[in-house]
């Protein structure tokens, strides 16, 4: 399985496959719109803005399995967008761990383990993925995203 192969949905309730970001470098995060690392959705966006002419796509997709999003990922992507000017895409709520996690964060998991294995530890990790779908660095919620840009320059 590739992750091209994986149907995901937006915050419109539309879904597509990632393959629609086939020989794109992606970064994929999950997020929450209350979490104290809130503040990261500027350093997200500061990226994307950079580099997305060189084909960069941030990935938003939140997470209320730590108890820190809305009810509802319309209102978790208009929070996101007035609050935080946030123009990436911004995707359904999603599991992140357990047997109900979404399969995007079962094949990132998978290739990028982290300090506890598989489990995504909190709100804001990161996982970047290079042109040929292979997930590359798996970052710490903690990680700010303005320390990545040597990463995702080594995907552009």
């Not at 803005?49 to 820190?68: A, R, T």
């Not at 909190?122 to 303005?146: A, H, I, M, Y």
């Amino acid at each position: 399985m590739s992750i091209y192969d994986i149907t995901v949905t937006k915050a419109d309730g539309k879904e597509y496959t990632l393959n629609e970001y086939e020989g794109t470098p992606m970064l994929i995060v999950n997020t929450a719109t209350n979490c104290g690392l809130k503040g990261q959705f500027d350093g997200l966006e500061t990226l994307y803005q950079k580099y997305k002419d060189e084909g960069l796509i941030v990935l938003g997709f939140p997470s209320n399995q730590f108890k820190q999003e809305l009810d509802d990922a319309a209102e978790a992507e208009e929070s996101c967008r007035l609050n935080y000017g946030v123009t990436f895409p911004i995707h359904d709520i999603v599991q992140v761990n357990g047997d109900e996690a979404h399969p995007l964060f079962q094949f990132l998991t998978d290739q990028q383990k982290g300090m506890f294995g598989s489990q995504v530890k909190w709100n804001f990790t990161k996982f970047l993925v290079d042109k040929e779908g292979s997930v590359v660095n798996r970052f710490s919620p903690q990680t700010k995203p303005e320390s990545l840009e040597e990463d995702i320059q080594s995907v552009l």
